[in-house]
């Protein structure tokens, strides 16, 4: 079984920004990108960090149905605040990275 990475590490090696007021430092084993709502939902899951552009309020709706504990927002995309505000709602960490979704979770492999 894979060593887990923590959320508080991936916030710190990956240097993102965090936008919502909490989160929860839960273990990440993977990183997954997407930008299809339906595809990402039915791949996401406890203990994988979703990587994408999108920003809508279904990208929360959908974390959260897959109990998706960190979303990163990737090419310094940004939330509103009513999202964010049910992100924060629902437990879901949102971060904002300047890097690519590429890129992004490029370091989150060579540092796990």
Known sequence: MKTPYMLSNLITDLDLKVLTDIYQDLPVLRGYCCDMLSWAMSRLDGETCWFTILNSINVIAVASLAGCPCVVLT???SMDEAVLAKANDEN????????TTFDAVSLLVCRS
Do not use: A, P, T
């Not at 879901?92 to 890097?99: D, Q, R, Y």
């Open 92 to 99: 879901i960490c949102i971060c904002m990275s300047l890097e």
């Open 75 to 77: 090419e310094n995309v």
